[in-house]
Every structure is written in C-alpha cells, then in structure tokens.
C-alpha cells in the first residue's frame, strides 16, 4: 500500500517575482542613501548623525581639521575645510572676511590664483579690516601678476592704496604702472643680486673675504650711475616678463620644459648647498692642518709658499675635498633610499672577437 506524501511541494522560482524583490531592495537601499543625505543636511551643528561613527561635525571640530590640513601643508582640502567652517560657525562679516582672508592665501600658495583672488574679493567686500587691507591688496596684484594680467591689475589698482607707500624720508625712483620704486626698494634689491652672487662665490673665499668682497660691490653700486644703471636693468627685465606673461609665452610647450629643467637644476644645485652649509664648517686651525700635510700641491716655482701667500688657495683645496666627500656620500646613500639601478651593461663596447663574429654572421645572411 502506497504512503501518503504530506511535504507541501517546493514552490517554482518566478524570474519576474525574484527580479521584483531586487529592485524593491535596491529602493530601499537609495531610500536609505537619500534619507542620511538629508539628515546630514538638516542635522544641526553639535548632533551626533547616525551612522557616522557617532562624530559631530560641529564647527570647532571643522575647525580643528581645517587648521591640521593648513598645517600639514594640504592648501585645498584646509580651504575647502574653512569654507565648512563657515557655514556651520555662523561667524560674524570680521570673521568671516578674517577666513576668506586666510583660504585665498591657501589657494595662492597652491599656485591657484583664480580662487586666491576669489578669496580675497569676498573677504574685502564682506567686511574691510584695515589691518590686512595692504597685504590683500599686495596679494591681488601678485595674483594677477602670476596670471600674467597685467592690463587688469592696472585697472584694479588704479583706484587703490599704493602697495608700496614712500614715506617722507624715501624718494621714488620710478613707476610702472600703478606700480612705485622707491629708493629703499632699489637698495634692497641691489643687496640681494650682490648676495646671489658672493654665493656663488662662497666655495671659494673664506667667510671674511666674501664679507670684504661684498662691501667692495656695494660700495661700487652707491655711486649714481651705477644705482641708474641697475634701475634700468631692472625695469628692462619686468616689462619683459610681463610681455612674456600677456603673450602667454609660458604656455609654449618648450619653454614649460626649459623650465621645468631649470627648476630641476636649480632645486639640486640648492640641496647640495644646504647639504655644504650644514656639514662644512672650516675653521683656521683645518687651515693650518691641511696646508701642513700638503705643502708641495701649493708650491710655486718649485718654492714652498708662506701660509699666508696661499690662505685662499688651501681653503678652495678644503672645501673642495669637502664637498667632494659629502656630494659623493649623499649620492650613494640617495640612490639605495630611491633604488637607483644603472644598466652598465647598456653601455659596455662589445669586444672586437664578438664584432667579427656579429659581421660574419651578417655577411652569412646576405649570401
């Protein structure tokens, strides 16, 4: 006698059913989605939101991360921070002109002048604080300098404060544009080229001789046809660059590449000298000690010379053993750091056995 079968039959999948509970599911899920947008946007300052790790985004704590990116050097995420900030702090317009201040100097040390100006203009329209009104001034003419604009920097400028007042003691040497040169500007400038230049010089004089030598210049640069002179290479170079910059010269492939390569040279060659000005400290008793145990490389006319004679002479030796050591030690230790690897076999010769070979095999094909 059969057994009666009680199990309830297994019920068939239904494609349209199983794809119908999908899609009900992933409405639920953007449901969801689109409800924590919302409450994040309604959420008022200082309550913890669900689903965030319980943080609070108030405005002291977007406060905190706005100044730690700043600090870690991190330009557009501070001021995307600070403009967070803003909105949630409810600042007064000193505040608020006080922050915008701050994000467009954020912006232009990220080389993003278009938003640099953009903080500036809203932190002058919001509210004027006299004790930064010069520096935003001075900051929008570099911004619109850096952008090459300087048809518009002498419209916005014409109006405004001098950015660089001559006081009653000063005399202005010259303008261009809204632009003023006075003479103390002009001095300054004058001691700092002398001072690029005695670096250049520093591997080779002692410490007081490049202090005597760069009196020597200065002194030669008071006279007024000197001063006059210098003026006029000075002014010759910034309308240059200016021309370069409204006739979008830096945007010329090759020169973007001259460029970079410069910056490149130019960024080693000043790692090194820093690497020389932190180790190399000669003092006249490693004078005296180096020129003892090498006499004879100073030598003159097979006559051995009086330390004094050849004091300069002995200090270029040094330093040049010196920075020799320390360029060479700083590279070997840079290319592991870097995992340097050099192919020498790529410029090995082949020897001249293997070169007959590689011809007579070729001489071979041809037949």
Known sequence: ??????????????????????????????LLGVGADIWISLNPKGTKIPGYDGVAADSEQLKKIALKLEKS???????????E????????????????????????????????????????????????APEIALR?????????????????????VTMQPVSPNDTLVAEIGTRKINAS????????????????????????????????????????????????QYIGEEILYRMARETKLT?????????????RSLLASMALEKEYSDQIKITQSDL????????????KEDKEQAFEDVKNDVYKALRSQKENDIRQQLLTRLKDEYDVVIHQSAFDT????AETQARSTQTGNIK
């Open 1 to 30: 006698m059969k057994k009666l079968n009680f199990e309830v039959p297994a019920k068939q999948a239904d494609p349209g059913h199983r794809q119908t509970t999908l899609l009900t599911g992933l409405l639920i899920l953007i």
């Open 73 to 83: 050097g991190l330009s557009i995420s501070s001021a995307s921070a600070w403009k």
């Open 85 to 132: 900030y803003m909105v949630r702090a409810g600042l007064d317009d000193k505040e608020a002109a006080l922050i915008w201040y701050r994000i467009g100097k954020l912006y232009q040390d990220n080389d993003d002048y278009e938003q640099a100006l953009d903080g500036y203009y809203r932190s002058e329209s919001i509210y004027t604080i006299d004790s930064i």
């Open 140 to 160: 929008i003419q570099e911004c619109l300098e850096s952008m090459g604009k300087f048809s518009a920097m002498r419209h916005e400028l014409a109006d405004r």
């Open 185 to 232: 500007e002009l001095d300054r400038r004058m001691e700092d080229t002398i001072e690029r230049q005695m670096r250049m010089m520093a591997p080779y004089l002692p410490e007081k001789e490049r202090h005597q030598q760069k009196e020597t210049l200065l002194k030669e640069f008071t006279t007024p046809a000197k001063r006059m002179m210098f003026l006029n």
């Open 251 to 263: 945007e010329d492939p090759k020169i973007q590449d001259l460029l970079k390569d410069q910056e």
């Open 288 to 299: 005296e000690t180096y020129y003892a145990a090498n006499k004879k490389a100073f030598m």
């Open 350 to 353: 082949p020897p001249p056995q």
